[in-house]
């Protein structure tokens, strides 16, 4: 757990710096799947190259990366 929480520390220092360099990507939050070993990481960008320089330059392992969309339902009152 001590391992996934720097990379989390790393994924949204690397975003903030990239951002500021002219290449947006957000850090969203990450999911852990301790029975399978497996940890998805969430980040908001207009393309997967800015996601991957993320990872790469936060020394986050990956094995690919996906297009999601936000299916989390509005308040009534928005």
């Known amino acids: 757990m001590e391992d996934l929480a720097a990379a989390q520390k790393r994924a949204i220092q690397v975003g903030k710096e990239l951002t500021a360099e002219g290449r947006e990507v957000r850090y969203i939050r990450s999911t852990f799947v301790p029975g399978e070993g497996t940890c998805m990481c969430l980040f908001e960008a207009p393309n997967p190259d800015h996601v991957r320089e993320a990872n790469e330059r936060a ?15 509005k308040s009534p009152e928005s």
């Open 59 to 73: 020394h986050i392992p990956f094995s690919r990366i996906v297009p999601a969309a936000d299916l989390t339902p």
